[in-house]
């Protein structure tokens, strides 16, 4: 089984539509949970990060950690196709080292 | 805002050629990485490094070595590449107000 796992998708949504992405883990030492978007040919880059269990807002992206489920999700609202990409969630105990999902592709068709 | 960069985007190389990837970042960030990134299978540590001169295996260092001479610069090397490496290749830095990692545009390599 592995530490982190996250449904590949492909999730196709229509524009204006809620989104919602999920984690789940094994190992309830994780203290540190992020979420990275990565547009297709390029690097991954920071979109959301929270620490320990509880909510996180920025804009119209939403981050929720319940850590009693070991279960984290992203939520997006008023999608948009600019928000077509793979998310990845990751994870970390707090030292260096990051454990991620496989990522979920997302499309949000105009 | 953070910038890594890597030495190229795309690459194409011959079974058991040597393969230098660069990356370096200008943050003065002490910890870098190297990680793979392959359809189902995610991203992959390969090594990263706490300081100059200083590295730690990843999840998967078979078949690679890392250098760091200098503090921005971390470079991954494929002593004698097979066709197994083909993939896309990420670097990153550690630091900031999060302690959180960035990352480069990454290389795609192709091991003919």
Known sequence: QKEVEQDP??????????????????????????????????????????????????????????????????????????????YLCAMSFGNEKLTFGTGTRLTIIP | DVKVTQSSRYLVKRTGEKVFLECVQDMDHENMFWYRQDPGLGLRLIYFSYDVKMKEKGDIPEGYSVSREKKERFSLILESASTNQTSMYLCASRGGLLETQYFGPGTRLLVL
């Open chain 1, 9 to 86: 998708g492909p999730l196709s949504v229509p524009e204006g539509a809620i989104v919602s992405l999920n984690c789940t883990y094994s190992n309830s030492a994780f203290q540190y949970f992020m979420w990275y978007r990565q547009y297709s040919r390029k690097g991954p880059e920071l979109l959301m990060y929270t620490y320990s269990s509880g909510n996180k807002e920025d804009g119209r992206f939403t981050a929720q950690v319940d850590k009693s489920s070991k279960y984290i999700s992203l939520f997006i609202r008023d999608s948009q196709p600019s928000d077509s990409a793979t």
